[in-house]
T-cell receptor, first 114, second 117 residues
Framework: AQSVTQLGSHVSVSEGALVLLRCNYS??????LFWYVQYPNQGLQLLLK??????LVKGINGFEAEFKKSETSFHLTKPSAHMSDAAEYFC????????????FGQGTRLTINP | GAVVSQHPSWVICKSGTSVKIECRSL??????MFWYRQFPKQSLMLMAT?????????EQGVEKDKFLINHASLTLSTLTVTSAHPEDSSFYIC?????????????FGSGTRLTVV
């Protein structure tokens, strides 16, 4: 079964600094991977997804992620943090069988310091 | 893009009453709908998966008689919390997908904050 681990439940960076949110996956087959952002009391918004095409995936709001099979990683980055990036971020992998539901990581809360 | 409209955004109900949450796909047909529950500062926990015209499949530990899911059409799925109790207070989110999880992928509703008093 697929699984996702997000390293660091809380990440704090200064405004303008690099954002790096870590995600490692476990999958016996090529995975479909997703990053979502959640603002307080809201649903999830898709940032980007990897579907076995280009390994460097660009998403919305300046975020991107690189799929590294050798490291089983799909880390999310943004070169320069903005105050509006403060939110909860979830990495997810799609199951390949059945209803193909998403399996979520534990989430990482990103705080931006002025 | 794909939009899933979820209502209500928040609801307060008395213990013992039932509450219905609706999720509508506005511009696509949602063959599969996923229902999640989220506790404060935690990740999403899948409760059940529903397919249009079929009975929902519940995750282990989720009471199907308490959380009734109906997916009668390709654009509407509902979650009814029956005989609600304070421990049912939570944030509930729906998500719609296509049969193979392709195309639009997964689109999430805006969530419903349920408070049982």
């Amino acid at each position: 079964a697929q699984s996702v681990t997000q390293l660091g439940s809380h990440v704090s960076v200064s405004e303008g600094a690099l954002v790096l949110l870590r995600c490692n996956y476990s999958s016996s087959v090529p995975p479909y991977l997703f990053w979502y952002v959640q603002y307080p009391n809201q649903g999830l918004q898709l940032l980007l997804k990897y579907t076995s095409a280009a390994t460097l995936v660009k998403g919305i709001n300046g975020f991107e992620a690189e799929f590294k099979k050798s490291e089983t990683s799909f880390h999310l980055t943004k070169p320069s943090a903005h105050m509006s990036d403060a939110a909860e971020y979830f990495c997810a992998v799609r199951e390949n069988q059945g209803a193909q539901k998403l399996v979520f990581g534990q989430g990482t809360r990103l705080t931006i310091n002025p | 893009g794909a939009v899933v409209s979820q209502h209500p955004s928040w609801v307060i109900c008395k213990s013992g009453t039932s509450v219905k949450i609706e999720c509508r796909s506005l511009d696509f047909q949602a063959t599969t709908m996923f229902w999640y529950r989220q506790f404060p500062k935690q990740s999403l926990m899948l409760m059940a998966t529903s397919n249009e015209g079929s009975k929902a499949t519940y995750e282990q530990g989720v009471e199907k008689d308490k959380f009734l899911i109906n997916h009668a059409s390709l654009t509407l799925s509902t979650l009814t919390v029956t005989s609600a109790h304070p421990e049912d207070s939570s944030f509930y989110i729906c998500s719609a997908g296509t049969p193979q999880g392709q195309g639009y992928g997964y689109t999430f509703g805006s969530g419903t904050r349920l408070t049982v008093v």
